[in-house]
């Protein structure tokens, strides 16, 4: 499994790239091979401001459909909408070209509270 050091985790399996107060928001590589064949990505909160811990959207794959949580308070800005005809890049990409929504942060103090790569790895075992 793979996991990048420049990243954030969360303990809900989301991943986040920080780049000045906007940030990329996807699910970590152990969380996609968990969840199986992703089929289907649903982002409805596009222009909206989504508090940390809140539901932003939800993946569906073959067996399951998850909820994906905000890791930081933020108003989202964009889905990553090549997802739409290719929700197969959270397997292949999970890191790249599988990001799910970008964000406008609202609190960069939040970004302390999340997990350093270590962290999450020793959280999910691996």
């Not at 794959?61 to 739409?84: I, Q, R, W, Y």
């Amino acid at each position: 499994m793979n996991f990048p050091s420049e990243l954030k985790y969360t303990k809900d399996h989301e991943w986040v790239k920080v780049e000045g107060n906007e940030a990329f928001i996807g699910i970590t590589d152990f969380a996609q091979k968990e969840l199986g064949d992703i089929v289907y990505i649903d982002v409805n909160s596009v222009g909206t401001e989504v508090a940390k811990d809140e539901v932003f959207g939800t993946v569906e794959a073959v067996k399951t459909v998850s909820d994906l949580f905000m890791p930081l308070t933020g108003s989202v800005l964009e889905h990553n909408a090549e997802l739409n005809d290719n929700p197969e890049l959270v397997n292949s990409d999970p890191y790249g070209k599988g990001w799910m929504v970008k964000v406008s942060l609202s609190d960069l103090s939040e970004i302390d509270q999340l997990l350093d790569a270590d962290a999450y790895q020793t959280l999910v075992g691996a």
